[in-house]
């Protein structure tokens, strides 16, 4: 009877392991964070709770740019890139925690923190676009949803990271995960905004259904949606990406 214990127990240990793993580092795989490449340069967001402060690339251009990162993307250490493929404006605010920023990063800040952006460069800029990339896209989505730029770009997008989470590990994480980022909610309140989609097609991290499910979601089919032969990280570094900064 004690060695049917001792089995049973050992089962349940087995079982709840990896779900006790999940919730206890979530944080530390959705937001693994990224160093600074460069000081802060003049953008500055002033929010209830902390001060924040990123780039802008060519200041005084009449478009603007909004970019929002992928969850382990140094913003700084790809400004050249970006500045590079677009003349815009281009605004770049590292999420809370990243590259020397103040704060801690969660879904409802970061998503406030961006629509706080938006509200800035609107300030300065009569065309506004954003541009979101992996998780960014996430965020990107939900504040077009809300402020209403000119165009929304998404590069390597999914439907949730729920469920990005739940296809990688095989495991239901709806119950389990703090931030959901439900991109394809947002998706479904952007109107007539035009969007473009930029896939990867041999991405590791997003896969094709995730990327898909989020395009089923928008209220009308994608200006542009453009399958990229490359990887989830390397389609940043595509002349296709960079042709897409420009639309």
């Not at 913003?75 to 590259?99: H, K, M, N, T, V």
């Not at 389990?176 to 007539?192: F, K």
């Not at 994608?222 to 595509?238: E, F, M």
Request: proline share 5%; charged share 20%.
């Amino acid at each position: 009877m004690k060695l049917v214990k001792w089995i049973i127990a050992i089962v349940v240990v087995l079982i709840a392991a990896p779900f006790v793993f999940l919730y206890l580092f979530q944080d530390r795989l959705l937001y693994p964070g990224a160093a600074a490449v460069d000081a802060f340069g003049d953008l500055t967001i002033t929010r209830p709770d902390l001060t924040l402060h990123g780039w802008v690339l060519h200041p005084d251009a009449d478009d603007a740019l909004v970019v929002f990162g992928g969850n382990g993307m140094s913003l700084s250490g790809f400004a050249s890139r970006l500045g590079q493929c677009s003349d815009r404006a281009i605004y770049l605010l590292p999420y809370r925690g990243y590259e020397g920023q103040a704060g801690a990063p969660r879904e409802r800040d970061l998503i406030g923190d961006g629509m706080a952006l938006v509200d800035e460069v609107a300030k300065k800029h009569t065309n506004v676009a954003i541009v979101g990339i992996s998780l960014g896209s996430g965020i990107a989505t939900e504040v077009a949803a809300q402020k209403h730029p000119q165009q929304l770009l998404l590069v390597t997008p999914y439907d949730s990271i729920t469920n990005v989470g739940s296809e990688a590990f095989g495991i239901p994480l709806g119950w389990l995960v703090r931030d959901h980022y439900d991109a394809a909610a947002a998706a479904a309140r952007l109107g007539s905004l035009p969007v473009y989609v930029l896939q990867a097609i041999n991405d590791q991290v997003i896969s094709s259904a995730r990327t898909e499910a989020l395009v089923r979601s928008l209220p009308r089919p994608p200006v542009r949606w453009d399958r990229v032969q490359a990887g989830h990280n390397s389609i940043l570094r595509t002349d296709e990406f960079c042709r897409a900064l420009r639309f």
